[in-house]
């Protein structure tokens, strides 16, 4: 069953600081895998996307990596701010139908604190 | 910023009234997609079109109906909610294509059922 898990569920860290979070991801043939954050009462909004041969992406403060032979991503927020408050959810695409399929998980809720 | 909407943006109605959930994009993209999201939880794909006069459903069991006679329009319609149905439902749209293409996910409509 293809699924995606993300640690840790819920994170609390204070402005300024950097954090990680984890992604894995058993979803096969994998195609991308992109993160997202969603704030609170809103639609998640791409933040990167990784395909198989990308290692390393950076989008400002954000630095996702991909391990596509342990099927593992992180994504690395540097200076934290109080607008990084919000759910950051890993979805993984496969390239096994026309609708690419989309695999999500379940977020993890980061708090910024002043 | 993406160009999709969705209203109502919060919803409190009574046990077994018919509601509809309306969605719209300004992007011109043929696929469009509904997903129920529960507090914590994954996003959970309900309906799906490719293109006018053409839906599916997802891989969650779900008592709603869709409907796709314009492109830029994709409206979930509960024929009798009932208080299982309360969550959080997000419209997404995409370009054509298969595997990887990004997701525009509108603001979501917060349904509870009383």
């Known amino acids: 069953k293809n699924q995606v898990e993300q640690s840790p569920q819920s994170l609390i860290i204070l402005e300024g600081k950097n954090c990680t979070l984890q992604?894995?991801?058993?979803?096969?043939?994998?195609?991308?895998l992109r993160w997202y954050k969603q704030d609170t009462g809103r639609g998640p909004v791409s933040l990167t996307i990784m395909t198989f041969s990308e290692n390393t992406k950076s989008n400002g403060r954000y630095t996702a990596t991909l391990d596509a032979d342990t099927k593992q991503s992180s994504l690395h927020i540097t200076a934290s701010q109080l607008s990084d408050s919000a759910s950051y959810i890993c979805v993984v695409s496969d390239r096994g139908s026309t609708l690419g399929r989309l695999y999500f998980g379940r977020g993890t809720q980061l708090t910024v604190w002043p | 910023e993406a160009d999709i909407y969705q209203t109502p943006r919060y919803l409190v109605i009574g046990t077994g009234k018919k509601i509809t959930l309306e969605c719209s994009q300004t992007m011109g993209h043929d696929k469009m997609y509904w997903y129920q999201q529960d507090p914590g939880m994954e996003l959970h794909l309900i309906h799906y079109?490719?293109?006018?006069?053409?839906?599916e459903k997802g891989d969650l069991s779900s008592e709603s109906t869709v409907s796709r006679i314009r492109t830029e329009h994709f409206p979930l319609t509960l024929e009798s909610a009932r208080p299982s149905h309360t969550s959080q439902y997000l419209c997404?749209?995409?370009?054509?294509?298969?595997?990887?293409?990004?997701?525009?996910f509108g603001p979501g409509t917060r349904l509870t059922v009383t």
């Open positions: 997404a749209s995409s370009e054509s294509g298969t595997s990887g293409v990004k997701q525009y």
């Open positions: 079109s490719y293109g006018v006069n053409s839906t």
């Open positions: 992604c894995n991801y058993t979803v096969s043939p994998f195609s991308n």
